[in-house]
């Protein structure tokens, strides 16, 4: 595996440990782990593909193929799984068009930073337990290898700063990073709002777009 083919199945792994009950209501988050592996198994030959920042990396990684350098990929992964929280995966691949580096970054330096922004915000309320732990490491599976595996459990003891994950952000990947972060939690205590909060100002996201995302995936607002 690659850290490219890792980003899909943290995701997913956390969309399983966060219980996502809308998820489960809009077809089951098991038909939509099989629609992403399937996508993603004809990956391959795609990787050498450049473009659009996350979107474009997940563009070859699922085969999706969109305009602006691949958004339709990341709208295949952030735009369904928002819209199967009951929010608007259009509305957040609109934000996600409007979003891409000015200097395009290696892909699996990006990857990297979204796997690493996913595992952040889920450990900001405290560590990640054994369950969510268990429900990642399982889903991520047995083709992963022993770097990516490495690299994950790196994620997980690396100090809940979003100033630093901000500062390793390039530029472009801004609403993507604050969009992985919001997926990867449901934002309903004090200390996960405090967080997103911390990034998105870090980030430089406006309180308007903030919100935008947040309603992407149906969760609740940081600002009034």
């Known amino acids: 595996m690659s850290l490219m083919n890792m980003v899909t199945k943290v995701a997913i792994g956390f969309a399983v440990a966060k219980g996502m009950q809308k998820v489960q209501q809009s077809g089951g988050i098991g038909k939509m782990m ?3 592996k399937g996508a993603a198994g004809g990956a391959g030959a795609s990787q050498a593909g450049s473009g659009g920042g996350l979107g474009g990396m997940l563009g070859n990684l699922t085969g999706g193929s969109g305009a602006a350098g691949g ?7 952030l735009g369904g799984l928002a819209s199967a929280r009951g ?6 691949e609109d934000l996600l068009r409007q979003d891409n580096p000015v200097e395009e970054p290696a892909q699996e330096e990006t990857a990297g930073l979204m796997i690493r922004a996913m595992v952040m915000a889920a450990r900001c309320d ?9 429900t990642l490491m399982a889903t991520i599976g047995e083709e ?3 770097a990516d595996m490495a690299f994950v459990r790196d994620a997980m003891a690396e100090p809940v700063d979003a100033a630093a994950l901000a500062a390793s952000t390039p530029e472009g990947l801004e609403t993507q990073v604050y969009s992985m972060s919001v997926m990867a939690i449901e934002p309903d205590n004090r200390a996960e709002a405090k967080y997103l909060h911390e990034l998105a100002a870090a ?3 406006g309180q308007a777009t903030a919100n935008e995302i947040h309603d992407s995936f149906g969760v609740q607002r940081l600002y009034n």
């Open 87 to 92: 929010g608007s995966g259009g509305s957040l």
């Open 34 to 36: 099989d629609s992403l």
């Open 71 to 77: 958004i339709g990929g990341i709208g295949g992964l």
């Open 126 to 134: 405290g560590e990640i337990d054994d369950t969510e732990r268990e």
């Open 203 to 205: 980030l430089g996201i």
């Open 144 to 146: 992963a290898t022993d």
